[in-house]
């Protein structure tokens, strides 16, 4: 399957941005859909997660109560929406599909999308 994420822009602070991630195929329920951001000199670091079947969410720290991962299975798209954006959540932002299950770490995920650039100012 190949991923496409797409929603990234420029924003200042307390702003919203919603991403989406469309599944090029079948997204099966077994499968746990993901979002990561990476800074440049850093490590990709687990956002968001989503198990397909159930939709069950699972959120980094500093994303609770900020950011929503939610899906929609007829079109096999992801989103994540990110309420009252600070500057620290600036990065590049992938979508990924892990087919083993929830995973924490971007080495479980198999397939990846191309990022978005999430830029907060302010």
């Known amino acids: 399957v190949q991923l496409q994420a797409f929603g990234g822009g420029l924003v200042q602070d307390g702003d919203s941005l919603r991403l989406s991630c469309a599944a090029s195929g079948r997204i099966f329920s077994s499968h746990v859909m993901g979002w990561f951001r990476q800074v440049s000199g850093k490590e990709r670091e687990f956002v968001a997660a989503i198990r397909w079947g159930v939709g069950r969410t699972y959120y980094q720290d500093s994303v609770k109560g900020r950011f929503t991962i939610s899906r929609d299975s007829a079109k096999s798209t992801v989103y994540l929406q990110m309420n009252s954006l600070k500057p620290e959540d600036t990065a590049v932002y992938y979508c990924?599909?892990?087919?083993?299950?929830?995973?924490?770490?971007?080495?479980?995920?198999?397939?990846w999308g191309q990022g978005t650039q999430v830029t907060v100012s302010s």
């Open positions: 990924a599909r892990d087919r083993n299950g929830l995973g924490y770490q971007a080495a479980e995920y198999d397939d």
